[in-house]
């Protein structure tokens, strides 16, 4: 399986960005974490292989909005109303076994190579 993201920048506070992930394969429980620097990778959302049932974050929870795009075997995450702590490498995961995707890093099988986000203030 191979997950590519897409879509950071840099973008001023208040702005937003669009990431994608691609996925290749079949159909599976997905997830976006980030990671700032010096910091553990943390969850941001995720999305089941239906596309209907999201989590989110609290500290995202209002500002970002995770889809998907089954057709296409595509994952986003609109991001929107960004603030410089929201600053980090975003990495999208695949679940295979999970139907519904968990907040929980160990439970993702497959990762992509990260897309940096950087908020300016």
């Known amino acids: 399986v191979q997950l590519q993201a897409s879509g950071g920048g840099l973008v001023q506070a208040g702005g937003s960005l669009r990431l994608s992930c691609a996925a290749s394969?079949?159909?599976?429980?997905m997830g976006w974490f980030r990671q700032a620097p010096g910091k553990e990778r943390e969850f941001v959302a995720t999305?089941?292989?239906?596309?209907?049932?999201?989590k989110y974050a609290d500290s995202v929870k209002g500002r970002f909005t995770i889809s998907r795009d089954n057709a296409k075997n595509t994952v986003y995450l609109q991001m929107s109303s960004l603030k410089p702590e929201d600053t980090a490498v975003y990495y999208c995961?695949?679940?295979?076994?999970?139907?519904?995707?968990?907040?929980?890093?160990?439970?993702?099988?497959?990762w992509g190579q990260g897309t940096q986000v950087t908020v300016s203030s």
């Open positions: 394969g079949r159909t599976y429980a």
């Open positions: 999305i089941s292989r239906s596309g209907g049932s999201t």
């Open positions: 995961a695949a679940d295979r076994d999970l139907y519904t995707g968990t907040y929980y890093k160990s439970d993702y099988d497959y």
